[in-house]
């Protein structure tokens, strides 16, 4: 692929309320080590008063025009914003174009991209090709969930995975930035046949004077073959990443995978063969937060100095759908 950028800002935002999974075990007669001995999640943070999936996306945004000295109120026709969202807020109008109004942009262009955890692959791609075609000069590529509305609260297998954030990156085309954010190669595939491993479905609807009720079910989740199918899946798109990159697994730095939970990224970097050690797991504390997990864990990465000019990154990302993809990147 081979597209040269530049990576303006990185921000990410995460619930500002802690819930600890020994006491959600607890609640559920289950022993205070339960949740944690089976997902390796001891913590996550949900939203707070005052907070929700739309307020945790503007709060990232911010951020990552803070990092990267742009002024929103200067953003307009040459910016798209690209979001993804996994959390109920509205029917309409879309999330995408409601976060553009929270955020006060009055001539930003709005691309809404519908998915979970692996969409964030797809919408690089996306990005890098609007740059590299000079249909944009500046793309805030957004991602945020916070569905825990939809999870229940008895269902050990759902109720100690996920918790509400959000992350942003700001890709510039080289016309506009220093190009500092090489992607050397990016693959991605969609396996529709796996669907039914995640579902909550609107179940029905009641039309009452001045508004309609619906039934949602409750998210369910059929982990362990999630798990297998990862597993199984997940070389396939590493190969050819690595190949048109021109690299082996020795030669990346840092793999920033999406957060599922701590025991199954465990067992997929000894499947992939991967060194544990350049393999950030914030999960731990901080919960699956779904398609906002991989822009998260890359703003922690910056962060904790972990990128420094020249790192090999491999981003790596998986989701029901099923989806799955990665991408070779250096900065």
């Not at 990232?60 to 000295?69: K, L, M, S, T, W």
Request: charged letters at 20%; glycine letters at 10%.
């Amino acid at each position: 692929m081979q597209v040269h950028v530049g990576l303006r800002g990185v921000g990410h935002a995460v619930g500002s309320a802690v819930v600890d999974n020994a006491e959600v075990a607890s609640s559920l007669g289950l022993g205070p080590g339960w949740l944690t001995d089976r997902t390796g999640i001891v913590q996550r943070r949900v939203s707070g008063p005052d907070e929700d999936v739309l307020s945790l996306a503007g709060d990232a945004i911010r951020n990552a025009c803070q990092d990267g000295a742009l002024s929103l109120t200067e953003v307009g026709q040459e910016t798209v914003l690209m979001h993804t969202q996994v959390g109920p807020v509205a029917f309409a109008p879309p999330a995408a174009q409601l976060l553009a109004g929270r955020l006060g942009c009055a001539e930003l262009r709005v691309v809404g991209i519908d998915g979970m955890c692996a969409e964030p692959i797809a919408a690089l791609e996306l990005a890098l090709l609007m740059l590299q075609a000079r249909r944009c000069r500046r793309v805030i590529l957004s991602t945020a969930a916070d569905f825990l509305s939809l999870i229940s609260p008895t269902d050990p297998d759902t109720v100690g995975l996920f918790g509400a954030g959000a992350g942003t990156i700001i890709l510039e085309s080289e016309d506009q930035a220093e190009p500092n954010f090489l992607v050397r190669s990016l693959y991605w595939e969609t396996h529709p046949r796996h669907a039914g491993l995640g579902e909550s479905f609107v179940l029905g609807s009641t039309q009452r004077e001045t508004h309609a009720s619906l039934d949602v079910g409750y998210y369910t989740m059929d982990g362990q073959r999630l798990a297998k199918v990862a597993i199984r899946t997940l070389p396939q798109v590493l190969k050819p990443t690595l190949d048109e990159a021109g690299w082996t697994l020795e030669d990346v730095d840092l793999v920033l995978a999406h957060q599922p939970n701590t025991k199954m990224l465990e067992i997929g970097i000894r499947a992939l063969g991967l060194d544990a050690d350049i393999v950030p797991m914030p999960v731990r504390t901080l919960g699956n937060l779904g398609p906002a997990s991989l822009l998260v864990n890359l703003s922690l990465a910056r962060d904790q100095g972990r990128l420094p000019a020249g790192s090999k990154v491999l981003l790596i990302a998986f989701g029901l759908g099923f989806s799955c993809g990665a991408a070779a990147v250096q900065l």
